[in-house]
Protein backbone atom coordinates (compact mmCIF):
# COMPACT_ATOMS: atom_id res chain seq x y z
CA UNK A 1 0.00 0.00 0.00
CA UNK A 2 1.00 3.54 -0.30
CA UNK A 3 1.09 5.39 2.89
CA UNK A 4 1.24 9.26 3.79
CA UNK A 5 2.76 9.41 7.35
CA UNK A 6 2.15 12.77 8.87
CA UNK A 7 4.66 13.43 11.81
CA UNK A 8 6.62 10.27 10.54
CA UNK A 9 10.44 11.93 11.80
CA UNK A 10 9.38 11.74 15.41
CA UNK A 11 9.35 8.97 17.63
CA UNK A 12 6.60 7.21 17.10
CA UNK A 13 5.98 7.99 13.40
CA UNK A 14 9.09 6.79 12.65
CA UNK A 15 9.99 4.11 13.76
CA UNK A 16 6.38 2.91 12.29
CA UNK A 17 7.79 3.82 8.82
CA UNK A 18 10.82 1.35 9.66
CA UNK A 19 8.05 -1.10 10.27
CA UNK A 20 6.08 -0.32 6.56
CA UNK A 21 9.14 -0.33 4.48
CA UNK A 22 10.29 -3.41 6.16
CA UNK A 23 6.95 -4.82 5.58
CA UNK A 24 7.11 -3.66 1.93
CA UNK A 25 4.94 -0.67 1.82
CA UNK A 26 5.52 2.70 0.15
CA UNK A 27 5.97 5.62 2.50
CA UNK A 28 5.85 9.11 1.96
CA UNK A 29 6.64 11.50 5.16
CA UNK A 30 5.44 15.26 5.90
CA UNK A 31 6.62 16.68 9.01
CA UNK A 32 7.04 20.19 10.06
CA UNK A 33 10.50 19.12 12.02
CA UNK A 34 8.94 21.15 15.09
CA UNK A 35 9.98 17.96 16.83
CA UNK A 36 10.83 15.02 14.78
CA UNK A 37 14.36 14.80 13.34
CA UNK A 38 14.78 14.67 9.48
CA UNK A 39 18.08 12.12 10.07
CA UNK A 40 15.43 9.54 11.57
CA UNK A 41 13.26 9.36 8.30
CA UNK A 42 14.18 6.24 6.73
CA UNK A 43 16.63 6.48 3.67
CA UNK A 44 13.83 4.54 1.83
CA UNK A 45 10.70 7.07 2.87
CA UNK A 46 10.50 10.15 0.70
CA UNK A 47 10.10 13.04 2.85
CA UNK A 48 8.06 16.36 2.27
CA UNK A 49 9.02 19.52 5.28
CA UNK A 50 5.31 20.52 5.50
CA UNK A 51 2.87 21.42 8.57
CA UNK A 52 -0.66 19.61 8.77
CA UNK A 53 -2.38 23.07 9.60
CA UNK A 54 -1.54 24.48 6.31
CA UNK A 55 -4.40 23.58 3.62
CA UNK A 56 -2.30 24.78 0.14
CA UNK A 57 0.81 22.90 0.72
CA UNK A 58 -0.87 19.69 2.14
CA UNK A 59 -3.19 19.73 -0.65
CA UNK A 60 -0.24 20.02 -3.11
CA UNK A 61 2.06 17.41 -1.69
CA UNK A 62 -0.88 15.06 -1.91
CA UNK A 63 -2.10 15.87 -5.51
CA UNK A 64 1.89 15.35 -6.85
CA UNK A 65 2.06 12.58 -5.12
CA UNK A 66 -1.53 11.06 -6.46
CA UNK A 67 -0.65 11.80 -9.33
CA UNK A 68 2.16 9.08 -9.66
CA UNK A 69 0.06 6.57 -7.39
CA UNK A 70 -3.04 7.36 -5.40
CA UNK A 71 -2.39 7.00 -1.65
CA UNK A 72 -4.28 4.22 0.04
CA UNK A 73 -4.23 5.09 4.04
CA UNK A 74 -2.85 8.27 5.96
CA UNK A 75 -1.19 7.87 9.06
CA UNK A 76 -1.40 10.92 12.02
CA UNK A 77 1.43 10.99 14.69
CA UNK A 78 1.85 14.93 14.04
CA UNK A 79 0.57 16.13 17.60
CA UNK A 80 2.14 18.01 20.49
CA UNK A 81 2.24 15.79 23.81
CA UNK A 82 3.82 17.28 26.91
CA UNK A 83 1.19 17.16 29.23
CA UNK A 84 2.06 20.48 31.11
CA UNK A 85 2.64 22.50 28.28
CA UNK A 86 -0.70 22.33 27.33
CA UNK A 87 -1.88 23.16 30.63
CA UNK A 88 -0.16 26.24 30.20
CA UNK A 89 -0.86 26.41 26.61
CA UNK A 90 -4.11 24.93 25.67
CA UNK A 91 -4.70 27.24 22.08
CA UNK A 92 -1.83 25.75 20.98
CA UNK A 93 -2.47 22.75 21.49
CA UNK A 94 -6.01 22.74 20.22
CA UNK A 95 -4.49 24.33 17.14
CA UNK A 96 -2.05 21.98 16.15
CA UNK A 97 -3.77 18.68 17.07
CA UNK A 98 -7.35 19.35 16.57
CA UNK A 99 -7.25 22.03 13.92
CA UNK A 100 -4.03 20.14 12.04
CA UNK A 101 -6.63 17.04 12.02
CA UNK A 102 -9.44 19.05 11.17
CA UNK A 103 -7.41 19.79 7.67
CA UNK A 104 -5.83 17.14 7.30
CA UNK A 105 -9.22 15.17 6.82
CA UNK A 106 -10.38 17.73 4.70
CA UNK A 107 -7.64 17.15 2.31
CA UNK A 108 -7.95 13.43 2.17
CA UNK A 109 -12.07 13.98 1.54
CA UNK A 110 -10.74 16.57 -1.36
CA UNK A 111 -8.32 13.86 -2.32
CA UNK A 112 -10.76 10.78 -1.75
CA UNK A 113 -8.27 8.68 0.39
CA UNK A 114 -10.68 6.32 2.41
CA UNK A 115 -8.37 5.04 5.42
CA UNK A 116 -6.63 7.26 8.56
CA UNK A 117 -4.75 5.13 11.58
CA UNK A 118 -4.98 7.68 14.32
CA UNK A 119 -2.04 7.91 16.99
CA UNK A 120 -4.59 8.62 20.80
CA UNK A 121 -3.41 7.72 24.03
CA UNK A 122 -4.55 6.46 27.40
CA UNK A 123 -5.13 10.15 28.36
CA UNK A 124 -8.42 10.03 26.61
CA UNK A 125 -9.41 7.63 30.02
CA UNK A 126 -8.37 10.39 32.48
CA UNK A 127 -8.23 8.84 36.43
CA UNK A 128 -9.42 5.11 35.07
CA UNK A 129 -11.52 4.01 38.15
CA UNK A 130 -9.92 0.63 39.12
CA UNK A 131 -6.31 1.87 36.69
CA UNK A 132 -7.22 -0.66 34.05
CA UNK A 133 -8.82 0.33 30.64
CA UNK A 134 -11.02 -1.03 28.30
CA UNK A 135 -11.72 0.77 25.21
CA UNK A 136 -15.05 0.60 26.74
CA UNK A 137 -13.66 2.69 29.93
CA UNK A 138 -15.29 6.11 30.44
CA UNK A 139 -13.49 9.15 28.68
CA UNK A 140 -12.48 12.06 30.58
CA UNK A 141 -9.32 13.46 29.73
CA UNK A 142 -8.23 15.77 32.97
CA UNK A 143 -5.85 17.71 30.74
CA UNK A 144 -6.34 19.71 27.33
CA UNK A 145 -3.31 17.46 26.02
CA UNK A 146 -6.25 14.11 26.34
CA UNK A 147 -8.97 16.62 25.66
CA UNK A 148 -7.58 17.39 22.19
CA UNK A 149 -6.93 13.68 21.30
CA UNK A 150 -10.34 12.92 21.98
CA UNK A 151 -12.05 15.56 20.21
CA UNK A 152 -9.76 14.23 17.38
CA UNK A 153 -11.06 10.80 17.73
CA UNK A 154 -14.54 11.96 17.66
CA UNK A 155 -14.31 14.27 14.92
CA UNK A 156 -12.28 11.35 12.65
CA UNK A 157 -15.67 9.65 13.76
CA UNK A 158 -17.93 12.20 12.31
CA UNK A 159 -15.95 12.66 9.19
CA UNK A 160 -15.83 9.06 8.44
CA UNK A 161 -20.01 8.49 9.13
CA UNK A 162 -20.16 11.42 6.88
CA UNK A 163 -17.69 10.51 3.83
CA UNK A 164 -17.54 6.87 3.98
CA UNK A 165 -14.25 6.41 5.42
CA UNK A 166 -12.45 3.56 7.66
CA UNK A 167 -10.38 4.65 10.56
CA UNK A 168 -8.08 2.61 13.43
CA UNK A 169 -7.91 4.49 16.21
CA UNK A 170 -4.95 3.35 18.88
CA UNK A 171 -4.85 4.84 22.12
CA UNK A 172 -1.35 4.27 23.21
CA UNK A 173 -0.24 3.38 26.67
CA UNK A 174 3.79 4.26 27.93
CA UNK A 175 5.91 4.06 24.87
CA UNK A 176 9.40 3.60 25.34
CA UNK A 177 12.63 1.71 23.99
CA UNK A 178 14.62 1.78 20.41
CA UNK A 179 14.83 0.64 17.35
CA UNK A 180 16.91 -2.78 17.51
CA UNK A 181 19.63 -0.96 14.83
CA UNK A 182 19.83 1.77 17.34
CA UNK A 183 19.57 4.56 14.92
CA UNK A 184 16.46 5.82 15.82
CA UNK A 185 14.67 6.59 19.48
CA UNK A 186 13.57 9.33 21.39
CA UNK A 187 16.00 12.10 21.54
CA UNK A 188 14.66 15.26 22.75
CA UNK A 189 16.09 18.05 24.42
CA UNK A 190 14.05 17.95 27.91
CA UNK A 191 13.06 14.74 28.32
CA UNK A 192 10.02 13.80 30.56
CA UNK A 193 9.05 10.21 30.35
CA UNK A 194 10.36 7.94 33.16
CA UNK A 195 12.09 5.13 31.49
CA UNK A 196 14.96 7.44 29.50
CA UNK A 197 14.86 9.97 32.29
CA UNK A 198 16.11 6.98 34.59
CA UNK A 199 18.32 5.75 31.84
CA UNK A 200 20.21 9.14 31.59
CA UNK A 201 20.41 9.61 35.46
CA UNK A 202 21.64 5.94 35.07
CA UNK A 203 24.74 6.95 32.17
CA UNK A 204 25.19 10.12 34.48
CA UNK A 205 23.56 12.49 31.92
CA UNK A 206 21.67 13.64 34.74
CA UNK A 207 22.67 14.53 38.14
CA UNK A 208 19.69 13.08 39.81
CA UNK A 209 16.40 12.06 39.50
CA UNK A 210 12.99 12.64 41.06
CA UNK A 211 10.34 10.52 41.63
CA UNK A 212 6.97 12.19 42.20
CA UNK A 213 5.03 10.48 44.92
CA UNK A 214 5.66 7.17 47.44
CA UNK A 215 2.70 7.00 49.01
CA UNK A 216 0.29 6.08 46.10
CA UNK A 217 -2.37 3.41 46.86
CA UNK A 218 -0.30 0.94 44.76
CA UNK A 219 1.86 -2.16 46.13
CA UNK A 220 5.10 0.02 46.92
CA UNK A 221 3.62 3.49 47.11
CA UNK A 222 4.92 4.76 43.49
CA UNK A 223 3.39 4.90 40.25
CA UNK A 224 1.90 2.01 38.37
CA UNK A 225 2.09 2.21 34.52
CA UNK A 226 1.92 0.37 31.31
CA UNK A 227 4.98 -0.09 29.30
CA UNK A 228 5.35 -1.06 25.81
CA UNK A 229 8.19 -0.89 23.23
CA UNK A 230 7.85 1.66 20.23
CA UNK A 231 8.27 -1.18 17.40
CA UNK A 232 5.51 -3.18 19.02
CA UNK A 233 3.35 -0.27 19.10
CA UNK A 234 4.71 0.67 15.40
CA UNK A 235 4.28 -2.94 14.06
CA UNK A 236 0.61 -2.79 15.26
CA UNK A 237 -0.06 -0.26 12.76
CA UNK A 238 1.25 -2.35 10.05
CA UNK A 239 -1.45 -4.73 11.08
CA UNK A 240 -4.71 -2.18 11.91
CA UNK A 241 -3.98 -0.25 8.26
CA UNK A 242 -4.45 -4.12 6.57
CA UNK A 243 -7.54 -4.54 8.98
CA UNK A 244 -9.25 -1.24 8.26
CA UNK A 245 -8.19 -1.02 4.40
CA UNK A 246 -8.89 -4.94 3.52
CA UNK A 247 -12.16 -5.06 5.50
CA UNK A 248 -13.90 -1.51 5.49
CA UNK A 249 -13.83 -1.42 8.89
CA UNK A 250 -13.44 1.08 11.78
CA UNK A 251 -12.12 0.13 15.40
CA UNK A 252 -11.09 1.59 18.26
CA UNK A 253 -7.95 -0.25 19.86
CA UNK A 254 -5.64 0.03 23.20
CA UNK A 255 -2.34 -0.80 22.64
CA UNK A 256 -0.27 -1.91 26.36
CA UNK A 257 0.51 -5.17 27.90
CA UNK A 258 -1.91 -5.61 30.21
CA UNK A 259 0.59 -4.97 33.10
CA UNK A 260 1.10 -3.00 35.55
CA UNK A 261 4.84 -1.60 36.47
CA UNK A 262 6.02 0.97 39.34
CA UNK A 263 8.67 3.61 39.28
CA UNK A 264 10.66 1.73 41.46
CA UNK A 265 10.31 -1.49 39.65
CA UNK A 266 11.74 0.88 36.21
CA UNK A 267 14.69 1.94 38.75
CA UNK A 268 15.30 -2.03 39.56
CA UNK A 269 14.98 -3.10 36.24
CA UNK A 270 17.99 -0.20 35.08
CA UNK A 271 19.72 -0.91 38.10
CA UNK A 272 20.71 -4.10 36.64
CA UNK A 273 23.15 -2.36 34.66
CA UNK A 274 24.22 0.48 36.44
CA UNK A 275 23.02 2.59 39.79
CA UNK A 276 20.49 5.27 39.39
CA UNK A 277 20.86 8.61 41.70
CA UNK A 278 17.30 9.14 42.63
CA UNK A 279 15.30 11.02 45.42
CA UNK A 280 11.59 10.68 46.60
CA UNK A 281 9.69 13.74 46.48
CA UNK A 282 5.69 15.55 46.28
CA UNK A 283 3.49 13.67 44.10
CA UNK A 284 2.72 15.52 40.99
CA UNK A 285 -0.52 17.35 40.01
CA UNK A 286 -3.05 14.81 37.83
CA UNK A 287 -1.21 11.87 38.03
CA UNK A 288 -3.46 8.88 38.73
CA UNK A 289 -1.97 5.96 40.68
CA UNK A 290 -2.58 3.05 38.32
CA UNK A 291 -3.03 3.05 34.55
CA UNK A 292 -3.40 -0.45 32.90
CA UNK A 293 -4.59 -1.52 29.08
CA UNK A 294 -6.42 -4.08 28.53
CA UNK A 295 -5.30 -5.37 25.37
CA UNK A 296 -7.60 -8.18 24.44
CA UNK A 297 -9.49 -6.43 21.52
CA UNK A 298 -5.88 -5.98 20.09
CA UNK A 299 -5.48 -9.65 20.11
CA UNK A 300 -8.44 -10.50 18.91
CA UNK A 301 -9.07 -8.31 16.35
CA UNK A 302 -5.57 -7.78 14.99
CA UNK A 303 -3.87 -10.67 16.36
CA UNK A 304 -1.41 -8.70 18.10
CA UNK A 305 0.57 -8.91 21.27
CA UNK A 306 3.60 -7.27 22.97
CA UNK A 307 6.90 -9.44 21.45
CA UNK A 308 9.33 -6.98 23.97
CA UNK A 309 9.25 -7.48 27.72
CA UNK A 310 10.00 -4.15 30.16
CA UNK A 311 13.86 -5.75 30.09
CA UNK A 312 13.92 -5.68 26.57
CA UNK A 313 12.33 -2.20 26.76
CA UNK A 314 15.27 -0.87 29.13
CA UNK A 315 18.05 -2.73 27.56
CA UNK A 316 17.31 -0.95 24.17
CA UNK A 317 16.75 2.54 25.62
CA UNK A 318 20.33 2.31 27.45
CA UNK A 319 21.86 0.90 24.25
CA UNK A 320 20.17 3.46 22.17
CA UNK A 321 21.81 6.61 25.07
CA UNK A 322 24.96 4.81 25.10
CA UNK A 323 25.29 5.12 21.54
CA UNK A 324 23.75 8.44 20.99
CA UNK A 325 25.58 9.54 24.50
CA UNK A 326 21.95 11.96 25.21
N1 LIG B 1 5.20 9.09 23.26
C1 LIG B 1 4.22 8.51 23.94
O1 LIG B 1 4.45 7.88 24.99
C2 LIG B 1 2.80 8.59 23.44
C3 LIG B 1 1.79 8.02 24.22
C4 LIG B 1 0.49 8.08 23.75
C5 LIG B 1 0.20 8.67 22.53
N2 LIG B 1 1.19 9.24 21.79
C6 LIG B 1 0.82 9.86 20.51
O2 LIG B 1 1.71 9.42 19.51
C7 LIG B 1 1.91 10.44 18.53
C8 LIG B 1 3.39 10.59 18.26
O3 LIG B 1 4.05 10.93 19.48
P1 LIG B 1 5.64 10.95 19.59
O4 LIG B 1 6.00 10.51 20.95
O5 LIG B 1 6.24 10.23 18.43
O6 LIG B 1 5.89 12.52 19.48
P2 LIG B 1 6.98 13.32 18.61
O7 LIG B 1 6.93 14.73 19.11
O8 LIG B 1 8.28 12.60 18.62
O9 LIG B 1 6.37 13.24 17.14
C9 LIG B 1 5.45 14.12 16.60
C10 LIG B 1 5.93 14.45 15.20
O10 LIG B 1 4.95 15.25 14.54
C11 LIG B 1 5.56 16.40 13.98
N3 LIG B 1 4.52 17.45 13.99
C12 LIG B 1 3.92 18.01 15.07
N4 LIG B 1 2.98 18.91 14.67
C13 LIG B 1 3.00 18.91 13.31
C14 LIG B 1 2.28 19.62 12.32
N5 LIG B 1 1.38 20.54 12.64
N6 LIG B 1 2.55 19.36 11.02
C15 LIG B 1 3.49 18.43 10.66
N7 LIG B 1 4.21 17.75 11.56
C16 LIG B 1 3.97 17.97 12.87
C17 LIG B 1 6.76 16.68 14.86
O11 LIG B 1 7.78 17.43 14.21
C18 LIG B 1 7.22 15.25 15.17
O12 LIG B 1 8.08 14.76 14.17
C19 LIG B 1 1.21 11.69 19.07
O13 LIG B 1 0.01 11.83 18.35
C20 LIG B 1 0.95 11.38 20.52
O14 LIG B 1 -0.24 11.98 20.95
C21 LIG B 1 2.49 9.23 22.22
Given at each position: ????????????????????????????????????????????????????????????????????????????????????????????????????????????????????????????????????????????????????????????????????????????FNVAGAHKTLE???????????????????????????????????????????????????????????????????????????????????????????????????????????????????????????KRDLSEIILSD?????????
Amino acid sequence: MKVCVVGGAGYIGSHTVYELIDAGHEVVVVDNLSTGLKDAVHKDALFYEGDITDFAALDKIIADENRKKPFDVVMHFAAKIVVPESVKNPSLYYYNNVEGVRTLLDVMVKHNIKNIIFSSTAAVYGKAKDGVCTEESETKPINPYGETKLASEKMIGWFAHAYGMNYCIFRYFNVAGAHKTLEIGLLRDHLTHIVPVTIQTALGIREKMTVFGDDYDTFDGTCVRDYIHVSDIAYAHVLGMEHIANKNVSVIINLGSNQGFSVKNIISEVEKHYPVNHEYGARREGDPAKLIASNKRAKEILGWTPKRDLSEIILSDLEFRKKHKK
